[in-house]
């Protein structure tokens, strides 16, 4: 079993930034794809950004540009910094931890709160 715990969501108003921040409690760090979603009340999680091991990196649509995930495989962490947020990524935003090679290992944080607003 793998602890993914995210921190570092609160509340900011739009156009400013904020760093989400995952650790995982894991050996073989680097044999997860980690991510970054995020889900509205009754609504499904979508994916906001995905990192490798080696630092291929994946982005929803929306994002243009405006986050970054990056990971330090050696702290076992992984980040989501966010720029230029606007009032529609407010959102309950989960980090998880998927084993590249056996999916069903596949770990949820309990997710932080982001709220953008003036």
């Known amino acids: 079993q793998v602890q993914v715990v995210e921190s570092g969501g609160g509340l900011v108003q739009p156009g400013g930034s904020l760093r989400l921040s995952c650790a995982a409690s894991t050996s073989t760090f680097s044999s997860y794809v980690m991510g970054w979603y995020r889900q509205a009340p009754g609504k499904q999680r979508e994916l906001v950004a995905a990192i490798t091991s080696d630092g291929t990196t994946n982005y929803g649509d929306f994002v243009q540009g405006r986050f970054t995930i990056s990971r330090d495989n050696a702290k076992k962490m992984v980040y989501l910094q966010m720029n230029s947020l606007k009032p529609e990524d407010t959102f309950v935003y989960y980090c998880?931890?998927?084993?590249?090679?056996?999916?069903?290992?596949?770990?949820w944080g309990q997710g932080t709160q982001v709220t953008v607003s003036s």
């Open positions: 998880n931890a998927r084993h590249n090679r056996f999916p069903t290992l596949n770990y």
